[in-house]
T-cell receptor
Framework: GAVVSQHPSRVICKSGTSVKIECRSL??????MFWYRQFPKQSLMLMAT?????????EQGVEKDKFLINHASLTLSTLTVTSAHPEDSSFYIC???????????FGPGTRLTVT | GQSLEQPSEVTAVEGAIVQINCTYQ??????LSWYQQHDGGAPTFLSY????GLEETGRFSSFLSRSDSYGYLLLQELQMKDSASYFC????????FGKGTTLSVSS
């Protein structure tokens, strides 16, 4: 089956630093990847849609300068949380859309803790 | 706006049948999906309804009625391992998730 990986799975960083999260589709090509954020006991909230070779589309209320998204290839999208603060601590999950079948597959998620 | 409403919590015993409802106020979506999420894990796909009616996948079934803006997930022969959060999600360009239902199964 289709596999999506995320790296790192867990990261702890200090306030003010930046953190990069990678999302890779391992056995299929994804023209579109999606980034979600999930706070404890809450639902997944769509942050942005990442299209290969073009700028990401951000949802209302998501700061594009704080959450930098790059989708440089058909198998890799990255989310960089810049100048992280404790309120950015959350579970970040990506999903990748198979360009042939249009099915979406979720990565295992990255738990970010900002101290 | 768009929203998908679910009950926040449901409890049941092993072997029972549970129905988790999802009512929505969104339009222009391709279909309604259901996902299961255990604590600390990513969502895993359970079922998808593109058309009105019932889809059956083993112990899990899902139903959609676009005219009623309503869907549900039916879980049969409940097992302890079914204790998790369940989300309905409308498939547009991205998946728009409901608020989630925490299912607790006891023996």
């Amino acid at each position: 089956g289709a596999v999506v990986s995320q790296h790192p799975s867990r990261v702890i960083c200090k306030s003010g630093t930046s953190v990069k999260i990678e999302c890779r589709s391992l056995d299929f090509q994804a023209t579109t990847m999606f980034w979600y954020r999930q706070f404890p006991k809450q639902s997944l909230m769509l942050m942005a849609t990442s299209n290969e070779g073009s700028k990401a589309t951000y949802e209302q209320g998501v700061e594009k300068d704080k959450f930098l998204i790059n989708h440089a290839s058909l198998t890799l999208s990255t989310l960089t949380v810049t100048s992280a603060h404790p309120e950015d601590s959350s579970f970040y999950i990506c999903s990748a859309q198979d360009r042939d079948s249009y099915e979406q597959y979720f990565g295992p998620g990255t738990r970010l803790t900002v101290t | 706006g768009q929203s998908l409403e679910q009950p926040s919590e449901v409890t049941a015993v092993e072997g029972a049948i549970v129905q988790i409802n999802c009512t929505y106020q969104t339009s222009g979506f391709y279909g309604l999906s259901w996902y299961q999420q255990h604590d600390g894990g990513a969502p895993t796909f359970l079922s998808y309804n593109a058309l009105d009616g019932l889809e059956e996948t083993g112990r899990f079934s899902s139903f959609l009625s676009r005219s009623d803006s309503y869907g549900y997930l039916l879980l049969q022969e409940l097992q302890m391992k079914d204790s998790a959060s369940y989300f309905c999600a409308a498939l547009k360009a991205a998946l728009i998730f409901g608020k989630g239902t925490t299912l607790s199964v006891s023996s």
